[in-house]
């Protein structure tokens, strides 16, 4: 037996001998999404319930778990906070059994580093090399910070997990114990793309030139985009969010990452989640490189990238182009994330350009998502002085450039019919036409 692997056996215990690991009142940090190992949050969640541990805190971005740092009959004996939440988070939120963290996605490594005192991180990663390294998978986002600034790491190792490249590694002599599991990767299925999503995405897609390097960002639209573009030639990745439309991008030929001007010949990304076929993609392929998010969300990085092009979605744009994507209303949604990162990276970007789309109502046609002013009490995501283009099924409005009422004029004009009049008569109450 090598020396790595004798290492191993001695670090190897059960999920629950590590929650006993972990003291009361210990401040832990899983990394986004799939990073989060349920085995040892379920062991802790068990502690909890027993009364043999109180007082975890517990910090995530984007749980896709049943966390039992989400469950409300702990209430008290736990805290959890969300960088940017999910179905999970939002319920926890509005239970008041979770606090949330507001933050660009790109600067969340450095909030690790300057104000969190950790004392504990814990991340489901993939086997063991023979040189003793561990691969943190489909997350490299804020592991490596975490890492740093952890006192105790404690990795979950699972098979199923893609062993991917980059900067996102992990060696054998830093870990103080680990477990094994055998459970399937958490799969969401690809968005179901309606009518109008495919509208609004092959109205982006007659704006993207071959050759570009392309960001796209979560759900339908998004996904419609990446639909759309399969007739491109020799696109570039370089995203968030590796997902289901980027392997169809790839395979299909589109992408080539060839013409990219930075990181030519690799798709870059800090973040994957999607179906099987994503995983498997994945496993031992060096065309993928995993960074942490503070460099593949920098937009400075971004705009290395010529004709850099940024795709997302939002629920709701005012007269002045301010984007409200994280609330509705006042309710809370989800977060930041790299919206905003990647917005100004591709303003930055020689020929870049960044849509942020919609469609143009809600709750079946009954309310419009372009209003005179957003909902009160939303939150601004993307301001109006960032914003580029605004997209829905009925066409593509490029504010940036635009003085005020050039904007409110445009906006009216791609919002829904059975809006507009009554959209340019608060706008001529407002002085905006």
Same mark, same amino acid.
């Given at each position: 037996?090598?020396?790595?692997?004798?290492?191993?056996?001695?670090?190897?215990?059960?999920?629950?001998?590590?929650?006993?690991?972990?003291?009361?009142?210990?401040?832990?940090?899983?990394?986004?999404?799939?990073?989060?190992?349920?085995?040892?949050?379920?062991?802790?969640?068990?502690?909890?319930?027993?009364?043999?541990?109180?007082?975890?805190?517990?910090?995530?971005?984007?749980?896709?778990?049943?966390?039992?740092?989400?469950?409300?009959?702990?209430?008290?004996?736990?805290?959890?906070?969300?960088?940017?939440?999910?179905?999970?988070?939002?319920?926890?939120?509005?239970?008041?059994?979770?606090?949330?963290?507001?933050?660009?996605?790109?600067?969340?490594?450095?909030?690790?580093?300057?104000?969190?005192?950790?004392?504990?991180?814990?991340?489901?990663?993939?086997?063991?090399?023979?040189?003793?390294?561990?691969?943190?998978?489909?997350?490299?986002?804020?592991?490596?910070?975490?890492?740093?600034?952890?006192?105790?790491?404690?990795?979950?190792?699972?098979? $199923?997990? /893609? =062993?991917?490249?980059?900067?996102?590694?992990?060696? &054998? +002599?830093?870990?103080?114990? @680990?477990?094994?599991?055998?459970?399937?990767?958490?799969?969401?299925?690809?968005?179901?793309?309606?009518?109008?999503?495919?509208?609004?995405?092959?109205?982006?897609?007659?704006?993207?030139?071959?050759?570009?390097?392309?960001?796209?960002?979560?759900?339908?639209?998004?996904?419609?985009?990446?639909?759309?573009?399969?007739?491109?030639?020799?696109?570039?990745?370089?995203?968030?969010?590796?997902?289901?439309?980027?392997?169809?991008?790839?395979?299909?030929?589109?992408?080539?990452?060839?013409?990219?001007?930075?990181?030519?010949?690799?798709?870059?990304?800090?973040?994957?989640?999607?179906?099987?076929?994503?995983?498997?993609?994945?496993?031992?392929?060096?065309?993928?490189?995993?960074?942490?998010?503070?460099?593949? $969300?920098? /937009? =400075?990085?971004?705009?290395?990238?010529?004709?850099? &092009? +940024?795709?997302?979605?939002? @629920?709701?744009?005012?007269?002045?182009?301010?984007?409200?994507?994280?609330?509705?209303?006042?309710?809370?949604?989800?977060?930041?994330?790299?919206?905003?990162?990647?917005?100004?990276?591709?303003?930055?970007?020689?020929?870049?350009?960044?849509?942020?789309?919609?469609?143009?109502?809600?709750?079946?046609?009954?309310?419009?998502?372009?209003?005179?002013?957003?909902?009160?009490?939303?939150?601004?995501?993307?301001?109006?002085?960032?914003?580029?283009?605004?997209?829905?099924?009925?066409?593509?409005?490029?504010?940036?450039?635009?003085?005020?009422?050039?904007?409110?004029?445009?906006?009216?004009?791609?919002?829904?019919?059975?809006?507009?009049?009554?959209?340019?008569?608060?706008?001529?109450?407002?002085?905006?036409?």
């Amino acid at each position: 037996m090598g020396l790595y692997q004798e290492e191993y056996r001695r670090k190897c215990c059960t999920a629950e001998a590590i929650a006993e690991r972990i003291e009361s009142g210990a401040v832990c940090a899983s990394g986004t999404c799939l990073s989060e190992p349920c085995s040892i949050t379920q062991a802790l969640g068990a502690a909890l319930r027993n009364g043999t541990r109180t007082g975890i805190v517990h910090h995530q971005t984007m749980s896709v778990f049943p966390s039992p740092f989400f469950d409300d009959t702990l209430q008290g004996k736990y805290s959890a906070v969300s960088w940017f939440s999910t179905a999970y988070g939002r319920a926890a939120f509005e239970k008041d059994c979770a606090d949330v963290m507001p933050v660009y996605y790109r600067d969340v490594p450095g909030q690790y580093r300057q104000f969190i005192d950790l004392d504990v991180f814990y991340a489901t990663v993939s086997p063991m090399d023979r040189h003793g390294y561990f691969s943190f998978g489909t997350t490299a986002a804020e592991c490596q910070a975490l890492a740093e600034q952890a006192k105790h790491i404690f990795l979950e190792v699972n098979p $199923n997990m /893609p =062993r991917t490249f980059g900067e996102q590694q992990i060696h &054998i +002599s830093q870990v103080e114990a @680990l477990c094994e599991t055998d459970v399937p990767l958490q799969e969401v299925a690809p968005a179901e793309i309606d009518e109008i999503s495919r509208c609004i995405g092959g109205r982006i897609a007659e704006k993207v030139p071959n050759g570009a390097t392309i960001q796209l960002g979560i759900g339908a639209i998004p996904a419609a985009v990446g639909l759309c573009l399969r007739d491109k030639r020799d696109l570039g990745i370089h995203t968030e969010l590796f997902s289901d439309a980027m392997v169809e991008l790839i395979e299909c030929g589109a992408v080539t990452n060839q013409r990219k001007t930075l990181h030519k010949g690799k798709s870059v990304t800090t973040l994957a989640y999607g179906t099987r076929r994503v995983y498997d993609y994945l496993n031992d392929n060096t065309g993928v490189a995993f960074y942490p998010v503070d460099y593949v $969300n920098d /937009p =400075r990085v971004i705009a290395q990238n010529d004709n850099f &092009i +940024s795709v997302n979605a939002c @629920l709701e744009v005012d007269l002045w182009g301010q984007v409200a994507a994280e609330s509705i209303g006042s309710r809370h949604f989800s977060g930041t994330g790299g919206q905003v990162d990647f917005v100004r990276g591709a303003r930055e970007s020689r020929g870049g350009k960044s849509f942020i789309a919609m469609p143009s109502t809600a709750k079946n046609g009954a309310l419009s998502r372009i209003r005179p002013g957003l909902s009160s009490n939303a939150i601004v995501t993307t301001s109006k002085n960032d914003v580029d283009y605004i997209v829905t099924e009925y066409g593509a409005a490029r504010l940036r450039g635009a003085t005020v009422r050039a904007r409110a004029e445009a906006l009216i004009g791609i919002a829904h019919p059975n809006f507009r009049e009554e959209l340019r008569y608060e706008a001529k109450k407002l002085h905006l036409v």
